[in-house]
């Protein structure tokens, strides 16, 4: 939920039907998550059904169909969902999702990047007269970036640019600044 780039996120968005070994088989993802003309099906286990033999298996497969139909697959497991601080940092900025962030402000944080990428979230606030909380609904809306697997601090960075580790959720387009 807390990353601004995807277009759309569907639960259980539609049911698999296929043959395999002459038995009729159903499968229904967890979540569709679509950016631009990119569909990803993705698959939440825990790590341990993940990494069952028979589940590997059978989530290739489906991968392979997908993929005739131009979806990408991925299994996702709990340690990711739950991987701190990442999830912290989401819980956190989630809750300033419904801070509106006028024009004005974002003129404001535009005009504080004019001369380099990156700044400490409390510099960034002073520098743009924006309280905290409004900067990082900007976050959610992909105006700017932090990194996700640092704890979320007022010294943390923040960045015009993906800043950190680039883990999934992130298309290859969005590894790189321009």
Known sequence: MATAHADSWQEQPFAL?????EAKHRYTPDLLVCWGSRREVVEIKDDREAELPENQGRFALIGELLAEHGYSFRVWRRSEVCAEPRLTNS???????CI????AERERIRRA???TTELPLH???????MPAQSVLRLVLDGAIHIDWWEPLRLESRVSVCPIGR???????EETTCR
């Open 17 to 21: 039907e296929y043959h395999h070994e």
């Open 113 to 115: 990047f004019s001369s």
């Open 123 to 129: 510099k960034l606030c002073e520098i743009s007269e």
């Open 100 to 103: 509106e962030a006028p024009t």
């Open 166 to 172: 680039q883990v999934w959720p992130c298309t290859s």
């Open 91 to 97: 819980n956190l900025i989630l809750r300033y999702r």
